[in-house]
């Protein structure tokens, strides 16, 4: 009687938790489209708290049947040992929920698992005795913020022998990164000399992530032996002063900048200049190479000045930084040719930095003058707009020389003259965005990157999102080779932005395969582009 009972009770809450709908689907890994055998699918009711998860596996091709499920929705998600935590859907839809309406039979799901490793080593303090319980990061490269930087991915604790490992880390380039057990302070009097410190650090144990080893995460399995050590360093002190316009006093708004000079270093020391005497002061500097930036701003006055700064072994003080006024830029542009472009057309300067954001737009007047006046000691990309389509910029002159690349390096000195063609035969791109099974994907950008790098095609990368249906149309694209890539941004990217994929300096570390295609003058060109993992 009593085993009845149970039965019958095991009946009742079966019937309660079960509901008449199902989700069919595959399971699919990253880059090689195959089926993953074995995987586990945990489907968990979004809107009622507490209820009860329900796990499914793939069969040997990766396909599944998910039954017994409610008319509601879920959050879904999909583990497997050897790929990382988080999948995405090949929809592109990512994190978004699962939703069982009124079509309670849901057929066609498709979900990306990405193969990931194991990174392991030692960590040793500067004694050259194992440091344990310190938390060591695997970053990647991403843009935030306007700039590159690199982003924690996954991370783990050292035991008390100083070992750690990272596990479920996704393909890709990466470098290491420890942390000391606990901040650091320290306080300096008189003199502000050396102090040894432990401090962030990047493996295999410098302080800037210019010089760090890339780590090349190319298979699953137990990638070993990356240990870090001995860790000490001198952290530095940065003293100086900001003179003002032409002997005025340095304007109340006036802060200064040390940022490093590699761009994929997310850190920034900020410091304000006092009132009058213009002094600022840095402490706690990890050694390095640093751009130092001093921007000020009144009412009535913007102005800037720069210095490179080499950090190595002692403090430097007695800095000057003498404030200068924008400088004016002017030029003319023409089109291939000769003849002055049609009226509509204009050309933009947008700085690299994070601060001071300040874009400066110059429409092309007659004659194809053009004049640039709020230009400031910094980096900047130069971009060309107009109304006509097939138009794009085709070549740059400095000082009459010609720019090299997309970036124009103008933080010494900006240039006095600035001439600049635009090519009027530009042509376009089309297609589709096609994920397993052939089916159109959303929630894509596309990128085309010119096979020849050296070349300016333009002040930044061409890219255009994907529609609804997964197609895409790219137009003004300058004749000419191209590679061909499509890359998914979902929620749990948010890191990211898709303006990065714009900017040309993800594209020599990145492994995946494009697609060639050539861009004939006027012409149209036609393409479908399978997903690929972000940069």
């Known amino acids: ?87 995405r859907d090949a929809a592109g839809g990512g994190d978004e929920p699962l939703r069982l309406g009124g079509r309670c039979d849901v057929k066609g799901l498709q979900y990306v698992l990405a193969p990931a490793a194991v990174i392991s080593g030692r960590i040793l303090d500067r004694n050259g005795v194992p440091q ?27 035991d008390g022998q100083g070992r750690y490992r990272i596990a479920r880390v996704p393909m ?36 800037e992530s210019s010089k760090a080893q890339l780590i090349h995460v190319r298979g699953p399995g137990e990638m070993g032996g990356f240990d870090f050590g001995p860790l000490m360093t001198q952290l530095l002190r940065v003293e100086g002063r900001v003179t003002g316009l032409e002997g005025q006093m340095v304007p109340q708004q006036c802060r200064v900048a040390l940022r490093p000079s ?153 240039p006095d003259r600035l001439e600049v063609v635009l090519g009027q035969d530009g042509g376009s791109v089309e297609g589709v965005v096609r994920g397993a099974f052939t089916q159109p994907v959303r929630g894509f950008y596309v990128v085309l990157v010119p096979a020849d790098m050296s070349k300016l095609a333009g002040a930044e990368l061409l890219t255009q999102p994907t529609q609804t249906n997964g197609a895409f149309q790219i137009t003004n694209v300058p004749p000419g080779d191209y590679y061909a890539y499509s890359f998914a941004f979902l929620a749990r990217d948010r890191v990211n932005d898709p303006a990065m994929l714009s900017d040309p300096l993800w594209v020599p570390g990145y492994r995946g395969q494009p697609a060639a295609l050539h861009v004939a003058p006027y012409g149209s060109t036609k393409i479908d582009l399978p997903p690929q993992p972000l940069p």
């Open 1 to 87: 009687m009593r085993l009845l009972w149970l039965v019958l009770l095991a009946g009742a809450l079966a019937a309660a938790q079960y509901g008449p709908c199902t989700a069919t689907g595959v399971v699919v890994q990253e880059g090689s489209g195959q089926g993953v055998p074995r995987a586990r699918l945990l489907f968990t009711p979004a809107t009622r708290p507490g209820s009860v998860t329900l796990g499914y596996f793939t069969d040997d091709e990766g396909r599944f049947e998910a039954f017994g499920l409610e008319p509601a929705s879920y959050s879904l998600s999909v583990q497997k040992t050897g790929f990382a935590d988080t999948s």
């Open 132 to 158: 344990g319980i310190t938390s060591v990061d695997a970053l990647r490269r991403g843009w935030l913020n306007g700039r590159w930087q690199f982003r924690k991915v996954a991370s783990a604790l050292s």
């Open 172 to 207: 890709g380039t990466y470098v290491l990164r420890v942390h000391p057990p606990a901040p650091v302070t320290v306080k300096y009097g008189e003199g502000s000399g050396f102090t040894q410190v432990s401090a962030p650090a990047y493996y295999p144990g410098v302080y």
């Open 262 to 414: 590699d761009l994929t270093d997310a850190r920034e020391y900020l410091a304000g200049c006092q009132p009058e005497s213009g002094n600022f002061a840095f402490a706690e500097i990890p050694p390095g190479s640093y751009h130092l930036n001093a921007y000020a701003a009144d009412a009535e006055n913007v102005a800037s000045a720069v210095r490179e700064l080499d950090l190595q072994g002692s403090d430097v003080t007695g800095l000057t930084l003498a404030m200068e006024p924008p400088s004016t830029v002017r030029g003319r542009a023409i089109l291939t040719g000769g003849a002055p472009p049609p009226n509509g057309a204009w050309l933009k300067l947008k700085p690299v930095s994070a601060a001071p954001a300040i874009d400066d737009a110059s429409p092309i007047g007659a004659g194809g003058q053009l004049e640039f006046s709020m230009v400031l000691h910094d980096r900047y990309r130069l971009s060309a707009g107009s109304n006509q389509s097939n138009l794009y910029l085709q070549s740059v002159l400095a000082d009459g020389k010609p720019v090299e690349g997309t970036l124009l390096d103008w933080t010494a000195h900006p």
